[in-house]
């Protein structure tokens, strides 16, 4: 944009308000698994160096400071490497993981429209197209999260939503969302699509040091479909000052009458089955999980983030594997200059019921990965 901004139509750039940039962000790891590191997220091939993300944005942001006028904005972003495992959805390019099983992939994973009114209540912004769903701490592109690897409550929860959602802010303490989508992760013309509803309210108190924010995300008659999980999530921020600060995520999701692993009912591509009790052929299957990320900033270049999570995926259905897991990680992020972000971790987690780590084959899993994030 600096290049753009001093070009001969710089003025105009300007006064469009569009943006281009974007990051390419590769990631290596050291891991005691030797053939995957799966369940955990996103660094999902050990002992290699691979191309996580390397993401194009242009955009034009709404004016939502000023209450004169509506204004609009929009945002195109392409995704492409290993990450898109994660992000596809069904009927936006998922061939390539759910019919062509790429290691690699391209993903579309936002193009969305914004209206933003500003006379409704202290501000209104009407959202259509696909988005990233709403709740979690953690999202999908790398320079939004605190640390390189995904914790094991965000790895399995839904990810995009193709529809419409309005916020509002009703004053400075709440704020409401109310959408419409074709589900979590589908496309509204792919086979499983369902009319469903997310609401949401974000409560801010104590001078702005806390906010809670429940939601009900993709709620729909939660009959078992790809990805067509029913979440219930909360998360809190707390700050302690202007060097501590926390997040907490909870939440329940599950998926109604959900094919046994070990019946004959088929299980849709890059999904799983459940281990349902007895004869059963098709079951409820739920998975509950609680994380918090503890944050301490040293300097506008460097700080650490303390994760610690446990989530028991009670069928087997989101993990493949029937089990409690716990998993903890430590990270230091560090800025060189304002366009790299170095961020180095260490990382433990097991199951207990049963092995899951290492296709199946191990309870433990220690890891050291780290990532950059080339941003441009």
Known sequence: MRALYA?????????????????IEPGFNFSTSTHSNLPAGY??????????QAVLYVERVPDTVQTDHIDWGFRAANFFGIDYHFTTAKGWLSQQLLKQHRLYGDDPVMLYGDLYIPHVAKGLNIRFGRFISLPNIEAQLAPQNYTYTHSLLYSYDPFTQTGVVSTVLLNDHWLFNLGLSA???????????KPSLTACVSYTFN??????????S????????????????????HKFNDSWHMATEVYYEFERDV??????LPIEPNTNGAVCPGAAIQCFAGEWAVVNYLQKQFSTSNYI????????DLRGQRTGFKTLYTEHTIMWGHWIGTT???????RFERSYAVPAYDNGTSKNQLSFATDLIVRF
């Open 340 to 346: 790299l972000l170095f961020r180095p971790e260490l």
């Open 7 to 23: 070009g001969p139509n710089g003025e105009r750039w300007k006064q469009s308000h569009v943006q281009i940039y974007g990051w």
């Open 207 to 216: 001078n702005g040091k806390d906010n809670i924010y429940p939601c009900a």
């Open 43 to 52: 660094d999902i091939i050990p002992n290699r160096l691979e191309l996580d």
């Open 259 to 264: 094919p046994s692993v070990s019946g004959p």
């Open 305 to 312: 983030s303390i994760r610690n999570e446990a989530l028991d």
């Open 218 to 237: 993709g709620s729909n008659s939660g009959k078992y479909a790809y990805n067509n999980v029913q979440l219930y999530v909360n998360t809190w921020y």
């Open 183 to 193: 589900g979590n992760d589908i496309a509204p013309w792919a086979r499983g699509a």
